[in-house]
């Protein structure tokens, strides 16, 4: 049976499943930003892996972390998958926006670390070419913008010597970069392939830099958790299967055929060079989605030095809960 033929079994499968689960079961709500951060999602639903654990998850895309904060803060979504910086930076308010109620955010497993490049228009191969022009960030205070400051200032330019836009998820900041409104930009992986194949500069490397880096985490509400651990550790449980599924070789046909799937634009080629770069030995997703505390620790240690008001942030565990992801591979 071929790629596309497993794909089509599969997602009978899922219908099959889903809806004998549909009576009385109601979708979790996860929110994430678009693109192939979302591959073990799209697997998960693929081969029936939510059906299997017993719930259904609907996933929708988010135009930039401060909406996404503020909806799981309202209960408009019960999870996430965000920035480990994003929950830092709530907890110890220091985020982009002022939330209405206290936050209570925690990650409770991982998504994937580094992958995160400093990509800047052709023409531009130094740091001193940036110096009077625009980079985009999806916020200014909060996620990946700070690797860009750091990257900058080790390299000779301080914030003032840059302009900074805020521009929201990597999709529109690629979008932004290629269509010249913007010399250059922090693209979370995969997203960096298709800009790069056609000349932009990688300027900046994260993992190259810092060494390990925790970027994606799932998130949720410790309120939340505390009413519906069992619908978290299945989600959990569900994600893990996916991810080890994706990092099995004999799969990757098949998990290339669903990146097609759910990214269209992308060629198979392209598809193929997301699959070498997300499943990487030292970045990329993560295996068992297992949380990197070292590289929770470099994401303080960026945070300590450019956030406001400024902390020295030293416990990465003051922003984790792991029971529920303990008893979710156990």
């Known amino acids: 049976m071929n790629a596309l033929k497993k794909i089509a079994a599969a997602t009978a499968l899922f219908a099959a499943a889903g809806a004998s689960l549909a009576q009385g079961l109601k979708a979790l709500e996860l929110i994430a930003f678009a693109g192939g951060g979302n591959w073990p999602i799209w697997a998960a639903q693929e081969k029936g892996l939510f059906a299997k654990n017993g719930i259904a998850v609907k996933l929708s895309f988010t135009p930039n972390s401060v909406e996404q904060i503020r909806n799981l803060m309202n209960g408009a979504y019960d999870l996430g998958t965000t920035a480990y910086d994003n929950v830092v930076a709530y907890q110890e308010g220091q985020g982009e926006t002022e939330l209405s109620t206290q936050p209570d955010l925690f990650a409770f497993m991982g998504g994937y670390s580094g992958s995160l490049r400093f990509v800047t228009q052709p023409d531009i191969k130094t740091y001193a070419a940036l110096k009077g022009k625009t980079v985009g960030v999806d916020a200014a205070t909060t996620g990946f913008a700070f690797i860009l400051y750091k990257l900058a200032a080790m390299n000779g330019l301080g914030i003032s010597d840059y302009k900074i836009e805020k521009l929201g998820g990597t999709p529109a900041r690629v979008q ?30 994260t993992t190259t830099t810092f060494g390990p880096y925790q970027a994606s985490i799932g998130v949720a509400r410790r309120s939340w958790a505390a009413k519906n651990g069992d619908q978290l550790v299945a989600f959990i449980r569900s994600y893990v299967a996916a991810m080890d599924w994706l990092q099995q070789p004999a799969n990757r046909d098949e998990a290339v055929a669903i990146y097609v799937k759910y990214v269209p634009s992308a060629p198979r080629p392209a598809a193929q060079k997301a699959y070498e770069v997300m499943f990487a030995d030292k970045e990329g997703f993560q295996k068992k989605a297992k949380l990197d505390i070292e ?16 902390k020295n942030l030293i416990d990465p565990l003051k922003y984790i809960d792991e029971s529920f992801y303990i008893k979710a591979v156990q």
């Open 176 to 205: 932004a970069m290629m269509e010249g409104r913007i010399a250059g930009t922090m693209i979370s992986s995969p997203s960096e392939i298709l800009p790069e194949s056609k000349g932009y500069t990688r300027l900046g490397d």
């Open 295 to 310: 590289g929770c620790r470099t994401v303080l240690k960026l945070r300590s030095e450019f956030a406001k008001p400024q």
